[in-house]
């Protein structure tokens, strides 16, 4: 019991910059009153103290502005950020090192019993005022944005921004790392913003890229096969790419950011 409250308490450290001692924490931070309150209430929820579990809860909520129900399963490390408005359903599962801010809803779209509420994967962050609403899954590292209401399942490390939520950006994947190498080729930010944001333009060069690439390779397995056919023939060398011929393409982007 010990460990997890050394380690609760260090977790308002590393996501809370106004956080200055332990002492403050302990005696100033609902999030973590109703963290604690709440493991202890699930035990007795788990024990068949069910009535005692719920009673102890609402006067959580009453204290803290955060209502937990006591059937819900939280991980380690968990942290809830200012915390007035939060909402956790009875049958929501909450992985490890996740955060939650201010008036976020983990709720239910049914009234029949079973799972109703969504399952929080490891390092999820959810912003101030979002709603996640079903009985699906929120991958691990997944970002919730502000506001968003999120009613179906998001994908490990994507960010889902919206109403109702839409994936931005996924999780990056061997494709990303491909165009990073054209770009450097190319001399140029093919973004020109962060790749959070949901530019139009960016997602087209980036389509460009990805068919640039594959020319590449498709020009260097015929170049392969003609030296198989004919030893003597010889690979000319590709002109450079001068930077300056894209400096408007770096500029327009600039000036999009």
Known sequence: MFRHLREDIKSVFH????????????????????????????????????????????????????????????????????????????????????????????????????????????????????????????????????????????????????????IIVRQKSEDDARRKVMEERMGFDAYGVTEEMPDPVARSVRALLDHMHAVDERLENMCQALRKVNSEYQNGDLPVLDEDDFDCVRDESEDRG
């Open 15 to 166: 996501r809370d910059p106004a956080a200055r001692n332990t002492f403050e924490v302990l005696t100033n931070y609902p999030g973590l009153h109703a963290l604690l309150i709440h493991r202890f209430s699930h035990w007795l929820w788990n024990a068949g103290f069910k009535w005692l579990a719920r009673t102890i809860s609402t006067l959580t909520r009453w204290l803290t502005g955060i209502e937990i129900h006591p059937g819900a399963t939280i991980g380690r490390r968990f942290f809830i950020d200012h915390g007035m408005g939060v909402v956790i359903g009875e049958t929501a599962v909450i992985g490890d090192d996740v955060t939650l801010y201010q008036g976020v809803t983990l709720g239910g779209t049914s009234w029949n019993k079973g799972k109703r509420h969504p399952t929080i994967g490891d390092g999820v962050v959810v912003g101030a005022g979002a709603k996640i609403l079903g009985p699906f899954e929120v991958g691990e590292g997944a970002k919730i944005g502000s506001n968003s209401v999120v009613t179906k399942a998001v994908p490990a490390g994507a960010t889902v921004v919206g109403i109702p939520g839409r």
